[in-house]
């Protein structure tokens, strides 16, 4: 797949609540203490709509927003990908109690927000944006086919996109099927041309034959692992320290995503 460019990252996980902490952490600047992520509160959404937002949306939000602040493409021109292995699980726990119980009254706005792409309904609400949106689910590979799709999305249709991913753990009976040990989200401004705020490129492929890449530092390692949307700290880390090389993330069906950074500053 030919190169496209990145613009901009937009970070949140516990310890590291946005991309300018996360990239001094990721450097070696600074180290890594565990703190909880505080709830964030989605600013570029109305008033109504922000008290509707649910966990996820708004985690989905944290790392949009954060991307967007050193962005230089309007928001409103982007189209988006949401990547997300299982949305907000919260939710179905909710309207499937309700469904168990007697009387079955399912909360209007649990079933307005039960849907898989919310969050990216939510954006575009926000944006105004009235570009194209796709979001998509493939288990602790999400983030990868993400990049995998968003990449497409600029090189292919010409599409200026961001991608954004995201998952949080669910609540109880749910959580001992589906672990997760943290919320995280992660979201790349992915372009066709370079401009001044460019900070190098990436090129995916499919492979099979490759091991995913790992993080030396055992806490760091334990975050990758604990959350879909972690998946893509090497990339991050690579990104972080402006070094070009190449990252294997896993992707779906015994596929992984390579990916080819050619960094600004090593060129």
């Not at 949305?87 to 909710?94: E, P, T, V």
């Not at 399912?106 to 926000?126: E, K, L, R």
């Not at 993400?146 to 600029?154: I, P, R, W």
């Not at 370079?194 to 499919?206: A, I, N, V």
Request: include cysteine.
């Amino acid at each position: 797949m030919k190169p496209v460019y990145l613009q901009s990252v937009g970070f949140a996980a516990p310890g590291m609540a946005g991309w300018q902490v996360a990239r001094a952490l990721l450097r070696g600047e600074t180290s890594y203490a565990p703190a909880p992520l505080a709830p964030h509160v989605p600013l570029l959404l109305p008033v109504n709509e922000r008290r509707r937002a649910t966990p996820g949306v708004r985690l989905a939000f944290h790392a949009a927003e954060d991307a967007m602040q050193s962005a230089s493409t309007p928001v409103s021109a982007l189209a988006t990908v949401f990547a997300s292995s299982d949305a907000d699980l919260a939710i179905i726990h909710r309207i499937s109690a309700a469904l168990a119980g007697a009387p079955r009254l399912v909360s209007p706005t649990d079933f307005h927000n039960s849907v898989h792409n919310a969050a990216a309904g939510y954006w575009h609400i926000a944006t105004a944006a009235h570009t194209a949106s796709t979001t998509l689910s493939a288990y602790d590979g999400s983030f990868a086919v993400g990049l995998l799709e968003a990449c497409a999305q600029v090189t292919i249709d010409g599409r200026d996109t961001l991608l954004v991913a995201f998952d949080l753990p669910a609540p109880e009976p749910l959580h001992s099927k589906r672990p997760m040990s943290h919320p995280a989200s992660v979201a790349l401004l992915l372009t066709r041309a370079p401009d001044e705020r460019s900070s190098g490129t990436l090129s995916c492929s499919l492979t099979r034959d490759e091991p995913e890449s790992a993080l030396e530092d055992p806490e760091l390692e334990a975050l990758r692992l604990g959350n879909p949307a972690t998946r893509a700290l090497p990339l991050l880390r690579m990104l972080a320290r402006g070094q070009s090389g190449r990252v294997v993330l896993p992707a779906a069906n015994g596929n992984a995503v390579a990916v080819e950074i050619a960094m600004k500053s090593c060129a």
